[in-house]
């Protein structure tokens, strides 16, 4: 019997450290404007917590106590210190990054976390902008893979631009038409 | 007419039927009723209506206004249209939302109509796909004939799914594992009798309630209870031990019930999964759906060599149908069944891996704070120093982590990854690469000082995760996963 040799066929040999490395990868940086929404968001929630607080100690009169007062005013203050500084490390620390086959986004302050998304996993894809992220001109795109319940790979704090672009690339990839 | 309108017509930005309006406003309606009933039925119940009580109807109305404000804005800013093999739906106002689904995940168009829905002539057009089931993927209110043409026009661009094997009629079938007699035995004897015995308990408070309604309340009971009770201690350890060997007969009685006749099936590519002597169970479990693959047993368990599989399915959720267990009576069993999924040729203790001991050596500052010495401090000024009874739980709570810690290994081959894990049972998780839908990387401050990480698979029917395993050994397994799945692009379904 006689076999025939296809010449296209390869099969050479990969050594683990010559796979693509997520250490080698460069993280883009989120928009500095995300910074300013995170910080008037923080604002605002203080805000609201602060009239929640101001509304309770005015009609209820057992709260109109100097001691309740102090407690609720230093627990806000530190609450609101303990997110400002969230926000500003996670900031350094957050990042996105495309590659030809997949998505990378970190995150996180105290714990820091980063998650990889294969593009041939990808169901959908949504665009969303609040109105203070649009102030900006600032969105972010949500990627949606089987089974879970929500969005749970969400780039934020990138602009409106960048996150229709992404989105774009992500439907041409995921659905194959990005491959030879 | 909207039937006979060109494809093209779906390509621009559309909104629902306006009959949207009223759906939403009788939806929205019907849940501030839902919401609002008791404040609602206080207030027309009460005999004097003074002033607080109308400040109270002003607000409920203005907050109904803004809701059913809001409901008429969201239908205004709904719109959906079709790009390329894309369904596009924006929806929102302040937070405005484009939503993707490429035509080819949708597995199925669903068209329904309620009363208001048929009265108005439209249909609800909700989309099922394999990802996401809560991304608002539908549409309130299309009119019928232009939600059919939909409808069509979806499942025509969509490529032809493969013939549903359970539709099939004629298939071959063989009976791969059942339970006999002693197995059910074995089975019953090892249930949760914990279970059944709460169970009891909980009827026997119920009977002792209603006993005491039809005496004549506290008193009697009292009385004649006191009596009783104080006769004899040989009376309350006889209750005792009644109330124990009763609720394990409850629970033998009720294991054989619930897995007589049970059989497993493979047919196709699929388990056929039927058990039950009075409520008869068919569960079927299509192969390649299965994400994640485990089976357990506790220490009585394992001495008795009785393990239960837990097949985590395509859209696993605790107390779903997609989430099945199947007790087996003997390892060799277990592996032979796993093989449908992975090949298993069972984990060396030696030769695998492990992860680092510093996840024990973590949870000494981590028990001591958080199980120990904060509710230590909190009891204290309860029951004073009694409270340091609570530093018992500690050298526990350390020796359980240290333990896990010991039995934990791992390893992976060319198709997934291995792991046991266990204090004094054990548990086996199989995981197949191809059906790793995202990766996750994380490190938390004591991890990143000591170079270490935790890597978490994520699958369509849950997760797998390795605690604890340094940073390069980590980085080092994504990036062959991130292989495997990128370069072989196999269905992970």
Do not use: C
Request: glycine content about 6%; overall charge positive; proline content about 3%.
């Amino acid at each position: 019997m006689q076999l025939t040799l296809s010449m296209n066929f390869s099969n050479s040999l990969i050594a683990p450290e010559q796979l693509p490395s997520i250490e080698e990868v460069s993280f883009q940086s989120l928009e500095k404007d995300f910074l300013v929404v995170e910080r008037m968001s923080l604002l605002f929630s203080m805000g609201i917590l602060s009239a929640i607080g101001i509304a309770l100690i005015y009609f209820i009169d057992n709260l109109q106590n100097p001691v309740i007062i102090s407690v609720a005013v230093t627990v806000l203050a530190l609450m609101g210190i303990f997110r400002l500084l969230a926000i500003n490390i996670s900031y350094k620390y957050s990042g996105y990054a495309l590659r030809e086959k997949d998505l990378l986004f970190r995150t996180g302050w105290l714990t820091r976390k980063t998650r990889i998304v294969m593009l041939n996993r990808i169901q959908h894809v949504s665009v969303q902008s609040g109105p203070l992220e649009r102030r900006f001109g600032l969105s972010s795109v949500s990627v949606f893979t089987a089974g879970s319940s929500a969005a749970d790979f969400t780039i934020t704090g990138i602009t409106e631009d960048t996150a229709q672009k992404i989105k774009a690339w992500i439907s041409f990839e995921a659905k194959g038409d990005g491959e030879q | 007419m909207e039937n006979n309108s060109p494809i093209n017509h779906w390509q621009e930005p559309q909104r629902q039927s306006p009959a949207a309006i009223f759906i939403l406003l009788w939806s929205t309606a019907i849940n501030l009723l839902k919401g609002l009933w008791p404040i609602l039925a206080v207030y027309f119940f009460r005999g004097e209506k003074d002033s607080d009580s109308l400040t109270l109807l002003w607000g409920i109305a203005g907050f109904s206004f803004l809701t059913i404000g809001g409901a008429v804005i969201g239908y205004w800013f709904k719109k959906f249209h079709l790009k390329e093999d894309t369904l596009v739906i924006q929806s929102g106002w302040l937070k405005k939302k484009t939503l993707s689904i490429p035509i080819h995940s949708i597995q199925a168009v669903h068209l329904e109509q309620n009363v208001w829905q048929q009265a108005f002539g439209v249909a609800k057009v909700s989309f099922d796909s394999v990802g996401s089931d809560d991304i608002e993927a539908k549409l309130d209110a299309l009119a019928t004939g232009k939600a059919e043409q939909l409808r069509h026009l979806l499942m025509e661009k969509k490529a032809t799914p493969p013939p549903d094997p359970g539709e099939t009629e004629q298939e071959q079938k063989t009976l791969t594992y059942s339970l006999d007699f002693p197995d059910l035995l074995k089975l019953s004897l090892t249930a949760n009798h914990l279970e059944a015995f709460f169970i009891l308990l909980a009827l026997l408070i119920n009977v002792f309630d209603e006993l005491r309604q039809i005496l004549g309340g506290n008193d009697y009971m009292d009385t004649y209870g006191r009596d009783l009770m104080g006769q004899t201690v040989l009376f309350m350890s006889s209750l005792v031990v009644a109330v124990i060997v009763l609720s394990m007969l409850f629970s033998i009685v009720r294991t054989m019930v619930k897995y007589y006749g049970f059989q497993l099936m493979d047919a196709d590519g699929r388990w056929i999964i039927s058990y039950g002597l009075f409520d008869k169970t068919k569960k079927i479990v299509p192969l390649n759906k299965i994400q994640i693959l485990s089976w357990k047993a506790n220490w009585l368990r394992r001495k008795i060599d009785y393990w239960t599989i837990h097949v985590q399915s395509v859209g696993h959720k605790e107390n779903k149908e997609t989430n099945i267990r199947i007790p087996v009576v003997s390892f060799g069993k277990v592996s032979q069944l796993a093989s449908s999924y992975q090949s298993f040729q069972g984990i060396h203790e030696e030769k695998s891996l492990r992860i680092e001991s510093d996840y024990w050596k973590r949870s000494l500052w981590r028990s001591a704070v958080l199980i120990t010495f904060i509710p230590l401090l909190g009891f204290s000024f309860w029951i004073g120093w009694q409270a340091l009874i609570l530093l018992l739980i500690y050298p526990l709570v350390v020796w359980n982590e240290y333990k896990w810690h010991q039995n934990f290994r791992w390893h992976t081959n060319d198709t997934g990854l291995q792991r046991l894990s266990g204090v004094f049972g054990r548990k086996f998780t199989l995981l197949n690469w191809k059906k790793v839908q995202q990766v996750h990387l994380h490190q938390n401050l004591y991890q990143r000082n000591r170079q270490l990480a935790t890597v978490i698979f994520v699958t369509a029917g849950g997760k797998v995760s390795l605690p604890y395993v340094r940073l390069a050994v980590a980085t080092a397994l994504i990036d062959q996963v991130l292989y495997e799945v990128e370069s072989r692009e196999e269905s992970w379904v």
